[in-house]
C-alpha cells in the first residue's frame, strides 16, 4: 500500500495512515492531550457523478459534506485535517443529528450511537497543495501525507473519509 | 480507566491498552515486522454460570475457548498473550471454520469476512501471575498489564478477548 510513497515515513505516520479504530482515541494517546474538532464547513451538496459511483448512490442524492480539523484543546495547531461525504439517506435520524450539530468527532458519535461498522482503506497518497500548508502553517515545500478510507455499515459506505498531514508531523511521540 | 493503575504507562501501552481497531495490525506498525498467531489452546468448552452471564449466553452453551500469543515471525518471544471467549451458537458457519482452524488473526479473520463490529473495552488492570512471567520470559517481579473488551456484532458479544503484555514491554516504538 505504500509502494507509491518514495521516501521513509515514521511508525507514527504508518499507524495514522494504517489504523482501522478510532484515529481520535489515537491521537489523544499519541499527544497524551484531549483531541477536539473545528468544522470549518458542514453543508448539504448534490452528488456528483464521481462521487455517487464512489458511495454507490444516485446522481444528485444528498450528501453531507464536512471538513473539519482535529486538534488539541489547548492548541490552535491543527494536528489532522479531515473532509468527509456521507449519504444523507443512509444515516440515522440520531446519528444525523450529532453529525450536524458538528463539532463532536465521528469516531465518538459511532461509539456513543452503538454502530458497528467496518473500515475499509482505500487508498494512501503523497500530495503537494499548498492550501493544507496554510492551514498547517508548515514550509511550501513539504508534501502531505493523506489516505482515503470507507465507513461501512450494513453494507453501504455510511462515511468516506479523506485525511490529510504534513510529512513533518507525527515523526515521533508527543512531537508533531 | 486508568484509575486503578498507580504507575506511569508509555504512551504505546496506553495504545495497545486503548486501541479500538486491529491490535495485529497495531503491532505490526509498531514493530515494523508481520505478526503471527501461536495457538496454545483451542477447545470447545462449556459456558459456566460467570461466562454465560458476561456474553448473554445459556449456562452449558458451548463456547470456543481459544489462547494465543502473537509474536513476530522472526521471533519466539510473544508480544502479547490473548485469551478469548466466543459462543459458537453466533458464529457464521465461514468464520468458525476460520476461527478454529487456528493460527490466523481474529481481525484479519473479520476484515476478511467483512464483518461489522464495534469494540467495548471493560477494564484495565495492572495483574501479578507467574504464569504470564514465564510465558513473556521476564523477571518475577514485573507486573502485567491486562484489558478485556467484549466485539459486539449484531448487537451480541461475538468474541470477549483479553490481552495481557508485561509492564516493561512496549516502551518505545521497535523496542520491547
Known amino acids: 500500500m505504500f509502494s507509491n510513497l518514495q521516501c521513509k515515513l515514521s511508525a507514527l505516520q504508518k499507524l495514522i495512515l494504517l489504523t482501522d479504530g478510532s484515529v481520535t482515541t489515537l491521537l489523544e494517546v499519541i499527544t497524551g492531550k484531549p483531541v477536539t474538532v473545528s468544522t470549518l464547513v458542514q453543508r448539504i451538496v448534490k452528488a456528483d457523478h464521481e462521487i455517487a459511483e464512489l458511495l454507490e448512490i444516485e446522481e444528485e442524492d ?14 490552535e495547531k491543527p494536528l ?10 443512509r444515516l440515522q435520524k440520531e446519528f444525523k443529528y450529532d453529525l450536524m450539530k458538528a463539532d463532536v468527532p465521528i469516531g465518538n458519535i459511532m461509539q456513543e450511537r452503538k454502530i458497528e461498522s467496518r473500515r475499509e482503506i482505500e487508498k494512501i497518497e503523497m500530495i503537494f497543495n499548498d492550501e493544507f500548508n496554510k492551514i498547517f502553517d508548515v514550509p511550501y515545500h513539504v508534501p502531505m501525507l493523506s489516505r482515503t478510507y470507507n465507513i461501512i455499515s450494513n453494507n453501504m459506505v455510511l462515511i468516506r473519509i479523506t485525511e490529510t498531514f504534513p510529512l513533518t ?8
Open 80 to 89: 489532522i485535517y479531515a473532509e468527509s461525504y456521507t449519504p444523507i439517506s
Open 169 to 176: 508531523s507525527f515523526l515521533r511521540f508527543n512531537a508533531y
Open 62 to 75: 444528498s450528501l453531507n459534506y464536512r471538513v473539519v480539523t482535529l486538534r488539541n484543546i489547548d492548541s
